[in-house]
């Protein structure tokens, strides 16, 4: 048999003891489960951030992996804990929008709101559903429960309402950024395969003409424009930061010019 | 058979080598442990936050695990290394008061110094003992060996002395600050059971009024107390940082009134 | 059989998808391999700074373990991406240098560049190799293809040129800093074997007379220096930082005067 297998995605940051009390539970209720680290570091309270990370993650890993989600500003109060079963994979969240990107992408989910307590900690606290609810609830489906046994199903998810970018006359297109990675690129809420051939963009006051293939093809200084590694254009430079150069912020207008 | 389980908590930070030269040494003496990170980003040299962030994530691990910590100011001087059973748990660390909160839990544990050098590395290094002496102690002990193996045992280890909180006429209890966590939340060392009702909170020269189930309770731009994951009174904001916004550090004073 | 063991060292950092989705990629060729995150923060950029790492942590792992490293700013270029036999273990890395010191240790190797198609992932981005090129390919070394099926043999492998540390008259020796640790330690590049009795370094305008054992043996402001776990002298103070302290910046040059 495969051995469960759990990742984690958190904005809990590295030196707090809230990640490890997780795995704690975690191991003390399916010990042989491999748990992999995706992300502490989501940006903290930013459901967006989480859902499009996850939208750029998730998709790789293998079937019948359970992936717990604690983006969660809103524990303790109305939100639901949930258990989600979605493209052979299971989810166990706040139902908050952190799978909108995903549900985007597989359309078809069971959701089952987390209310069993055989299946939580003897004790849930208030403010840390992570350790009380998600953890349990994850190591009892990687152990084999059946999910309809955590809770009643859901006929439907909360969904994050997301601006697209629009298509304008001329064959331009205006979207915004949307993140701005480790390396400092600029990343936008457009696809490449939204748009037609690229002649230039316009950020800010910028006009960018170079498109690249690739980082390196950039010489030293100069901006360019490339489809990143999940499809999204981006502004750019070689080894060196558009946020900082460019002083790009995330919210920023970017208008793309076609060639029809 | 149970896989062998390893957990690491040290102050090494994510950029250095330190912390991957310890997981191979451990992988190399037990090929099939599993190693858990817990947190790498301890305040460097803080025994004090070592030991408190044990407390809180520990207990949650599942028998038979072998805890290693290296939080370590002292290493190379005459603080001892040491081996600990706890609770049906293993601990490898130096002598110097992480395990404070964990022994006032668990009360009993015996204790013997790593001396066995058939259980280190060959070489023992002045500056890296998390390497050479606490890893492939914790590889052993996870692998089987018998504690007694790794040297004589301790009557007593090192004890933090902590500073408690002070119950005051009138249903007053002083204490301080003790832990800011990644969301700016002002971790007090007043434990919820120690208080009665409580009425209001005075930190410097605020004065908190709203006791709140849960974070999202609270109105924007008011704080609040409340009783953290771990029992503990916290001075917090909904999605904003108490320690940014009120100006709270460490060691701030503070003062709960309660109604008896 | 032994679990086959997967280690990742990159600059991708903590809050991008990009380590995320490589984990996936290697759980969905290999389940059962254990994922060891070895560090994500590498200086962006830094192949300098990578192989050193690599030099004082990958020695220390069993054989047969698989060793991805992406640290690649030439990515989408002519730099080739490559698998290597050495020491009884695989890297699977650009061929950029990231090697050059493990190279220097172990002498011999087999290198490949990864030409094969089946190996990868059916789309090849030209931003993202550890995606779609060295995580599938390690996860097929780990699960037990044979290196060869990667690609064609390559003759070498480019290879950084290090400054080494110059032997004067009078038992001098003249290095630089080439590294500041997360303790603010400033490691030079001169091996404590390079070196008879040390009476005095002189770096920057300071003269560093006290030669000390451990960290612990120095007075509270007093800087020193002693050699590392990994055998390079370093300028240290005991729970201070070096770096803050003496302002010491990669790069400055460091005088070491012996007996002889």
Same mark, same amino acid.
């Given at each position: 048999?495969?051995?469960?297998?759990?990742?984690?995605?958190?904005?809990?940051?590295?030196? &707090?003891?809230?990640?490890?009390?997780?795995?704690?539970?975690?191991?003390? /209720?399916?010990?042989? !489960?491999? +748990?992999?680290?995706?992300?502490?570091?989501?940006? #903290?309270?930013?459901?967006?951030?989480?859902?499009? *990370?996850?939208?750029?993650?998730?998709?790789?890993?293998?079937?019948?992996?359970?992936?717990?989600?604690?983006?969660?500003?809103?524990?303790?109060?109305?939100?639901? #804990?949930?258990?989600?079963?979605?493209?052979?994979?299971?989810?166990?969240?706040? &139902?908050?929008?952190?799978?909108?990107?995903?549900?985007?992408?597989?359309?078809?989910?069971?959701?089952?709101?987390?209310?069993?307590?055989?299946?939580?900690?003897?004790? /849930?606290?208030?403010?840390?559903?992570?350790?009380?609810?998600?953890?349990? !609830?994850?190591?009892?489906?990687?152990?084999?429960?059946?999910?309809?046994?955590?809770?009643?199903?859901?006929?439907?998810?909360?969904?994050?309402?997301?601006?697209?970018?629009? !298509?304008?006359?001329?064959?331009?297109?205006?979207?915004?950024?949307?993140? +701005? &990675?480790?390396?400092?690129?600029?990343?936008?809420? /457009?696809?490449?395969?939204?748009?037609?051939?690229? /002649?230039? =963009?316009?950020?800010?006051?910028?006009?960018?003409?170079? =498109?690249?293939?690739?980082?390196?093809?950039?010489?030293?200084?100069?901006?360019?424009?490339? !489809?990143?590694?999940?499809? *999204?254009?981006?502004?750019?430079?070689?080894?060196?930061?558009?946020? &900082?150069?460019?002083? =790009?912020?995330?919210?920023?207008?970017?208008? =793309? *010019?076609?060639?029809?």
């Amino acid at each position: 048999m495969e051995k469960p297998l759990i990742t984690l995605t958190t904005d809990f940051g590295l030196k &707090d003891p809230y990640t490890a009390a997780m795995k704690g539970v975690i191991l003390s /209720i399916c010990r042989n !489960a491999d +748990i992999v680290d995706l992300s502490h570091n989501i940006e #903290p309270y930013s459901i967006f951030n989480c859902a499009k *990370y996850l939208s750029e993650s998730i998709p790789y890993f293998p079937e019948s992996s359970v992936h717990v989600i604690v983006v969660d500003p809103g524990v303790g109060s109305q939100r639901k #804990p949930v258990a989600v079963f979605m493209h052979n994979r299971y989810f166990v969240c706040p &139902d908050n929008g952190v799978l909108t990107m995903l549900i985007d992408r597989y359309k078809n989910y069971r959701a089952f709101e987390i209310t069993n307590r055989k299946y939580c900690m003897p004790e /849930i606290s208030n403010t840390f559903h992570g350790r009380d609810i998600f953890a349990p !609830a994850a190591a009892h489906l990687a152990s084999g429960l059946n999910i309809k046994k955590l809770g009643s199903e859901l006929t439907e998810l909360f969904i994050l309402n997301i601006k697209n970018p629009v !298509a304008g006359n001329n064959g331009t297109v205006t979207g915004e950024i949307v993140y +701005i &990675d480790n390396f400092g690129n600029c990343i936008s809420n /457009i696809c490449k395969s939204m748009t037609g051939k690229i /002649i230039k =963009i316009e950020i800010n006051n910028t006009v960018i003409t170079r =498109i690249a293939e690739n980082y390196s093809k950039l010489e030293k200084g100069i901006p360019g424009v490339l !489809a990143g590694s999940s499809g *999204y254009l981006e502004v750019v430079f070689n080894m060196e930061s558009a946020h &900082d150069l460019l002083n =790009i912020k995330k919210g920023d207008k970017l208008v =793309i *010019y076609t060639s029809g």
